[in-house]
Protein backbone atom coordinates (compact mmCIF):
# COMPACT_ATOMS: atom_id res chain seq x y z
CA UNK A 1 0.00 0.00 0.00
CA UNK A 2 0.85 3.78 -0.58
CA UNK A 3 1.99 5.16 2.76
CA UNK A 4 0.71 8.66 1.67
CA UNK A 5 -1.48 9.81 4.86
CA UNK A 6 -3.65 11.89 2.33
CA UNK A 7 -5.02 9.28 0.38
CA UNK A 8 -8.91 8.56 1.11
CA UNK A 9 -8.80 5.19 -0.60
CA UNK A 10 -6.42 2.53 -0.45
CA UNK A 11 -3.55 2.64 -3.16
CA UNK A 12 -1.40 -0.14 -3.82
CA UNK A 13 1.38 0.73 -6.51
CA UNK A 14 3.25 -1.69 -8.71
CA UNK A 15 6.45 -2.07 -10.48
CA UNK A 16 4.57 -1.93 -13.84
CA UNK A 17 1.20 -2.28 -15.18
CA UNK A 18 1.96 -6.08 -15.80
CA UNK A 19 2.52 -7.10 -12.31
CA UNK A 20 -0.86 -5.23 -11.54
CA UNK A 21 -2.61 -7.35 -13.76
CA UNK A 22 -1.13 -10.04 -12.58
CA UNK A 23 -1.98 -9.39 -9.32
CA UNK A 24 -5.80 -8.04 -9.99
CA UNK A 25 -6.19 -11.47 -11.84
CA UNK A 26 -5.02 -13.72 -9.33
CA UNK A 27 -7.64 -12.11 -7.33
CA UNK A 28 -10.24 -12.65 -10.09
CA UNK A 29 -8.63 -16.57 -10.59
CA UNK A 30 -9.04 -17.07 -7.02
CA UNK A 31 -12.41 -15.80 -7.11
CA UNK A 32 -13.69 -17.60 -9.78
CA UNK A 33 -12.18 -21.19 -8.99
CA UNK A 34 -13.83 -21.01 -5.19
CA UNK A 35 -17.33 -20.48 -7.27
CA UNK A 36 -17.15 -22.99 -9.16
CA UNK A 37 -16.03 -25.36 -6.83
CA UNK A 38 -19.48 -24.30 -4.86
CA UNK A 39 -21.48 -24.62 -8.21
CA UNK A 40 -22.17 -20.62 -8.10
CA UNK A 41 -21.69 -18.08 -10.68
CA UNK A 42 -18.83 -15.27 -10.11
CA UNK A 43 -20.47 -11.99 -11.65
CA UNK A 44 -17.39 -9.80 -13.05
CA UNK A 45 -17.66 -5.75 -14.07
CA UNK A 46 -15.41 -5.13 -17.16
CA UNK A 47 -14.02 -2.19 -18.76
CA UNK A 48 -12.57 -1.37 -21.76
CA UNK A 49 -9.59 1.19 -22.74
CA UNK A 50 -6.07 0.52 -22.93
CA UNK A 51 -5.60 0.18 -19.38
CA UNK A 52 -7.45 -3.62 -19.01
CA UNK A 53 -5.09 -4.86 -21.71
CA UNK A 54 -2.28 -6.64 -19.71
CA UNK A 55 -4.93 -8.14 -16.73
CA UNK A 56 -6.78 -9.28 -19.89
CA UNK A 57 -4.04 -11.03 -21.45
CA UNK A 58 -2.80 -12.36 -18.13
CA UNK A 59 -6.58 -13.75 -17.79
CA UNK A 60 -6.32 -15.36 -20.98
CA UNK A 61 -3.08 -16.83 -19.98
CA UNK A 62 -4.41 -18.28 -17.05
CA UNK A 63 -7.25 -20.13 -19.08
CA UNK A 64 -4.61 -21.17 -21.66
CA UNK A 65 -1.67 -22.63 -19.00
CA UNK A 66 -3.68 -22.98 -15.91
CA UNK A 67 -6.61 -24.13 -16.96
CA UNK A 68 -8.75 -21.54 -15.18
CA UNK A 69 -12.47 -22.07 -16.81
CA UNK A 70 -14.93 -19.16 -17.23
CA UNK A 71 -17.39 -21.56 -17.92
CA UNK A 72 -19.07 -20.45 -14.20
CA UNK A 73 -18.19 -16.18 -15.55
CA UNK A 74 -20.79 -13.52 -15.54
CA UNK A 75 -19.79 -10.53 -16.90
CA UNK A 76 -21.10 -6.60 -17.27
CA UNK A 77 -19.37 -4.08 -19.20
CA UNK A 78 -19.59 -1.12 -17.59
CA UNK A 79 -20.36 1.32 -21.32
CA UNK A 80 -20.88 1.19 -25.17
CA UNK A 81 -21.19 3.65 -27.41
CA UNK A 82 -24.40 5.18 -29.11
CA UNK A 83 -24.89 4.40 -32.35
CA UNK A 84 -22.12 1.74 -33.12
CA UNK A 85 -23.31 -1.42 -34.19
CA UNK A 86 -21.10 -4.62 -32.34
CA UNK A 87 -19.31 -5.57 -35.53
CA UNK A 88 -18.27 -1.52 -35.47
CA UNK A 89 -14.16 -2.28 -34.32
CA UNK A 90 -14.61 0.83 -32.31
CA UNK A 91 -17.40 -0.71 -30.33
CA UNK A 92 -16.87 -1.57 -26.85
CA UNK A 93 -18.80 -5.44 -27.93
CA UNK A 94 -16.01 -5.69 -30.53
CA UNK A 95 -12.80 -4.78 -28.10
CA UNK A 96 -14.16 -7.33 -25.16
CA UNK A 97 -14.55 -9.96 -28.03
CA UNK A 98 -11.09 -9.70 -29.41
CA UNK A 99 -9.36 -8.84 -26.05
CA UNK A 100 -10.56 -11.38 -24.05
CA UNK A 101 -14.24 -13.20 -24.81
CA UNK A 102 -13.08 -14.92 -27.76
CA UNK A 103 -10.04 -16.63 -26.41
CA UNK A 104 -11.42 -17.68 -23.02
CA UNK A 105 -14.47 -20.58 -22.72
CA UNK A 106 -17.12 -18.36 -21.36
CA UNK A 107 -20.67 -18.84 -22.68
CA UNK A 108 -21.98 -16.17 -25.02
CA UNK A 109 -25.21 -16.04 -23.43
CA UNK A 110 -23.86 -14.91 -19.76
CA UNK A 111 -21.95 -11.69 -22.05
CA UNK A 112 -23.45 -8.66 -21.15
CA UNK A 113 -22.93 -5.05 -22.52
CA UNK A 114 -25.23 -2.44 -23.21
CA UNK A 115 -26.57 -2.04 -27.33
CA UNK A 116 -24.95 0.67 -28.86
CA UNK A 117 -28.14 0.33 -31.23
CA UNK A 118 -31.14 0.47 -29.41
CA UNK A 119 -33.52 3.58 -30.52
CA UNK A 120 -33.78 6.75 -28.65
CA UNK A 121 -37.11 6.04 -27.54
CA UNK A 122 -35.99 2.03 -26.47
CA UNK A 123 -33.56 3.88 -24.61
CA UNK A 124 -35.01 4.08 -21.02
CA UNK A 125 -36.37 0.89 -20.96
CA UNK A 126 -33.06 -1.00 -22.34
CA UNK A 127 -31.11 1.05 -19.37
CA UNK A 128 -33.99 -1.27 -16.89
CA UNK A 129 -33.26 -4.21 -17.98
CA UNK A 130 -29.73 -3.71 -17.76
CA UNK A 131 -30.33 -2.83 -13.98
CA UNK A 132 -32.60 -5.75 -13.76
CA UNK A 133 -30.29 -8.42 -15.29
CA UNK A 134 -27.40 -7.20 -12.93
CA UNK A 135 -29.82 -7.82 -9.57
CA UNK A 136 -30.85 -11.12 -11.33
CA UNK A 137 -26.99 -12.40 -11.62
CA UNK A 138 -26.57 -11.51 -7.84
CA UNK A 139 -25.33 -8.15 -8.10
CA UNK A 140 -21.88 -7.48 -9.23
CA UNK A 141 -18.98 -9.25 -7.17
CA UNK A 142 -15.96 -7.54 -8.79
CA UNK A 143 -16.00 -4.30 -10.88
CA UNK A 144 -12.63 -3.30 -12.46
CA UNK A 145 -12.73 0.13 -13.67
CA UNK A 146 -9.94 2.60 -15.60
CA UNK A 147 -10.45 6.16 -15.30
CA UNK A 148 -10.89 8.91 -18.07
CA UNK A 149 -8.85 12.05 -17.84
CA UNK A 150 -12.09 13.62 -16.86
CA UNK A 151 -12.05 11.37 -13.93
CA UNK A 152 -14.74 9.32 -14.86
CA UNK A 153 -15.61 6.12 -14.28
CA UNK A 154 -17.61 4.16 -17.14
CA UNK A 155 -18.46 7.02 -19.31
CA UNK A 156 -20.02 8.95 -15.85
CA UNK A 157 -18.68 11.92 -16.64
CA UNK A 158 -18.56 15.37 -14.66
CA UNK A 159 -22.03 16.05 -13.19
CA UNK A 160 -22.89 12.31 -12.83
CA UNK A 161 -24.77 11.63 -9.21
CA UNK A 162 -23.51 9.46 -7.23
CA UNK A 163 -26.77 7.10 -7.03
CA UNK A 164 -27.36 7.39 -10.96
CA UNK A 165 -27.97 4.43 -12.69
CA UNK A 166 -27.10 3.01 -15.98
CA UNK A 167 -27.95 5.77 -18.98
CA UNK A 168 -27.36 7.75 -22.22
CA UNK A 169 -25.09 10.16 -21.31
CA UNK A 170 -23.23 13.19 -24.15
CA UNK A 171 -19.24 12.38 -23.58
CA UNK A 172 -17.16 15.42 -22.91
CA UNK A 173 -14.87 17.53 -24.98
CA UNK A 174 -11.53 15.89 -23.07
CA UNK A 175 -12.98 12.33 -23.64
CA UNK A 176 -13.72 12.87 -27.42
CA UNK A 177 -10.36 14.38 -28.28
CA UNK A 178 -9.27 11.37 -26.40
CA UNK A 179 -10.78 8.73 -28.63
CA UNK A 180 -10.75 10.87 -31.96
CA UNK A 181 -7.07 8.94 -32.45
CA UNK A 182 -9.56 5.61 -32.82
CA UNK A 183 -11.89 7.18 -34.60
CA UNK A 184 -9.53 8.94 -37.07
CA UNK A 185 -10.93 12.29 -36.25
CA UNK A 186 -13.23 13.94 -33.86
CA UNK A 187 -16.06 14.03 -36.02
CA UNK A 188 -16.04 10.20 -36.13
CA UNK A 189 -16.64 9.92 -32.25
CA UNK A 190 -20.08 9.31 -31.12
CA UNK A 191 -21.44 12.08 -29.47
CA UNK A 192 -23.31 10.08 -26.69
CA UNK A 193 -22.86 6.68 -24.86
CA UNK A 194 -25.11 4.38 -22.64
CA UNK A 195 -23.41 3.66 -19.34
CA UNK A 196 -23.41 2.24 -16.08
CA UNK A 197 -24.25 4.99 -13.40
CA UNK A 198 -22.33 5.43 -10.73
CA UNK A 199 -24.27 4.25 -8.15
CA UNK A 200 -24.52 0.97 -10.37
CA UNK A 201 -20.79 0.73 -9.91
CA UNK A 202 -20.89 1.43 -6.50
CA UNK A 203 -23.57 -2.22 -5.76
CA UNK A 204 -20.12 -4.02 -6.59
CA UNK A 205 -19.03 -5.92 -3.55
CA UNK A 206 -15.10 -5.49 -4.97
CA UNK A 207 -14.04 -2.73 -7.21
CA UNK A 208 -10.24 -2.21 -8.29
CA UNK A 209 -9.71 1.03 -10.33
CA UNK A 210 -6.76 0.69 -12.70
CA UNK A 211 -4.54 3.68 -14.00
CA UNK A 212 -0.60 3.49 -15.58
CA UNK A 213 1.13 6.48 -16.72
CA UNK A 214 2.14 10.10 -16.04
CA UNK A 215 -0.75 11.60 -17.81
CA UNK A 216 -3.19 10.17 -15.15
CA UNK A 217 -0.91 11.35 -12.05
CA UNK A 218 -3.10 14.70 -11.80
CA UNK A 219 -6.35 13.07 -11.77
CA UNK A 220 -5.58 9.87 -10.09
CA UNK A 221 -4.65 12.74 -7.31
CA UNK A 222 -7.68 14.06 -7.64
CA UNK A 223 -9.91 11.16 -7.26
CA UNK A 224 -7.45 9.50 -4.24
CA UNK A 225 -7.09 12.78 -2.16
CA UNK A 226 -9.54 15.38 -3.38
CA UNK A 227 -12.93 15.59 -2.22
CA UNK A 228 -15.76 13.65 -2.68
CA UNK A 229 -17.97 15.20 -5.88
CA UNK A 230 -19.81 15.01 -8.86
CA UNK A 231 -16.72 16.64 -10.78
CA UNK A 232 -14.81 13.69 -10.35
CA UNK A 233 -16.68 10.51 -10.58
CA UNK A 234 -13.90 8.21 -9.56
CA UNK A 235 -13.75 10.34 -6.19
CA UNK A 236 -17.02 8.75 -4.91
CA UNK A 237 -14.78 5.32 -4.42
CA UNK A 238 -13.74 6.71 -1.55
CA UNK A 239 -17.42 6.02 -0.05
CA UNK A 240 -17.47 2.56 -0.96
CA UNK A 241 -15.93 -0.01 1.54
CA UNK A 242 -13.88 -2.23 -0.71
CA UNK A 243 -12.56 -0.09 -3.20
CA UNK A 244 -8.66 0.04 -4.42
CA UNK A 245 -6.57 1.65 -6.35
CA UNK A 246 -4.12 -0.35 -8.79
CA UNK A 247 -1.01 2.19 -9.91
CA UNK A 248 1.61 1.99 -11.55
CA UNK A 249 4.20 4.45 -10.24
CA UNK A 250 4.25 7.25 -12.89
CA UNK A 251 0.17 6.75 -12.30
CA UNK A 252 1.10 7.27 -8.10
CA UNK A 253 4.16 10.12 -8.97
CA UNK A 254 1.63 13.21 -7.64
CA UNK A 255 0.61 11.36 -4.58
C1 LIG B 1 -13.06 5.38 -21.90
C2 LIG B 1 -13.81 4.27 -21.17
C3 LIG B 1 -13.37 4.18 -19.71
C4 LIG B 1 -11.86 4.17 -19.63
C5 LIG B 1 -11.29 5.43 -20.25
C6 LIG B 1 -9.77 5.51 -20.16
O1 LIG B 1 -13.61 6.60 -21.64
N1 LIG B 1 -15.24 4.41 -21.23
O2 LIG B 1 -13.95 3.03 -19.12
O3 LIG B 1 -11.47 4.04 -18.29
O4 LIG B 1 -11.67 5.46 -21.61
O5 LIG B 1 -9.18 4.87 -21.25
P1 LIG B 1 -7.71 4.31 -21.26
O6 LIG B 1 -7.72 3.08 -20.39
O7 LIG B 1 -7.43 3.95 -22.69
O8 LIG B 1 -6.84 5.38 -20.72
Given amino acids: M ?7 VPVVVFDSPQAAAK ?51 VTFNLDEYAGLPREHKESY ?5 SNLFDHVDILAENIHLPSGTVTEAEIPTHCAEYEQAIVDAGGLDFQILGIGRTGHIGFN ?10 RAIELDQITRED ?6 GIENVPTSAITMGCGTILTARKIVLMAWGENKAAIVKE ?3 GP ?3 IVSASFLQEHDDARFFLDTPAASAL
Fill in 179 to 184: AAPAFD
Fill in 2 to 8: SSSSANK
Fill in 223 to 225: AVQ
Fill in 93 to 97: WHFMH
Fill in 228 to 230: VND
Fill in 23 to 73: ALAAEFSELIRSRASEGKTAVLGLATGSTPLPFYAELIRLHKEEELSFQNV
Fill in 157 to 166: EPGSPKNSLT
